[in-house]
């Protein structure tokens, strides 16, 4: 059974200190690995796609990779305006539907 | 361009009573459209799909069912709802076969 665990569940940082979240996933054949972001009360955003192990896309303070077993989402010199839970959901072979993981809960303060 | 519509945005409703969540598509034909369910400390659970008019898959037996009764428009009903169908329910319509899904508002429903 595919599965998808996103860490750390929540985290707190300062405006302008850097840092990753992480989605590792467990599935049969990956086709896909889509990050979103759900402000609170609201339905998810789209931000990236990823097909492959290696690739890396890219959008404003966001960047994310792909590796064969994990993504990342880096994100550089955040603003408190990029608050908000981040999810990861991945696409495969064993099943119709987008996998999403728990998300993480990011809170940048000033 | 693209726009998904779903409301209403909150609804408090007591046990037993029915349900009916309205969904609609902007600036697509023929789009794949989903409903999922959301709780709190948990994922999006998807309860239904579908890929063309009166063609609804379950993914989670429930007390909940679906219909698409025209080609961008997708509900989600219940006969009597109980307190356990409390949650954040999404509506989504997906980009050709790259799976790229956009998702509505939501609709906060409360059970009581």
């Known amino acids: 059974e595919d599965q998808v665990t996103q860490s750390p569940e929540a985290l707190r940082l300062q405006e302008g200190e850097s840092s990753s979240l992480n989605c590792s996933y467990t599935?049969?054949?990956?086709?896909?690995l889509f990050w979103y972001r759900q402000d609170p009360g609201k339905g998810p955003e789209f931000l990236f796609t990823?097909?492959?192990a290696g690739e890396e896309k890219e959008k404003e303070r966001l960047k994310a990779t792909l590796t064969k077993k994990e993504s990342f989402l880096h994100i550089t010199a955040p603003k408190p305006e990029d608050s908000a839970t981040y999810l990861c959901a991945v696409d495969s072979n064993s099943g119709y539907a987008l996998n999403f993981g728990k998300g993480t809960s990011l809170l940048v303060t000033p | 361009s693209q726009t998904i519509h779903q409301w209403p945005a909150t609804l408090v409703q007591p046990v037993g009573s029915p349900l009916s969540l309205e969904c609609t598509v902007e600036g697509t034909s023929n789009p794949n459209l989903y409903w999922y369910r959301q709780a709190a400390g948990r994922g999006l659970q998807l309860l239904f799909y579908?890929?063309?008019?009166?063609?609804i898959s379950s993914e989670v037996p429930q007390n909940l069912s679906a219909s698409r009764p025209q080609d961008r428009q997708f509900i989600l009903s219940s006969k009597k709802l109980l307190l356990s169908d409390s949650g954040f329910y999404l509506c989504?319509?997906?980009?050709?076969?790259?799976?790229?899904?956009?998702f509505g508002q939501g609709t906060r429903l409360t059970v009581v």
């Open positions: 599935v049969s054949g990956l086709r896909g």
């Open positions: 989504a319509w997906e980009e050709g076969a790259g799976r790229k899904s956009f």
């Open positions: 990823l097909y492959s």
């Open positions: 579908s890929v063309g008019i009166g063609q």
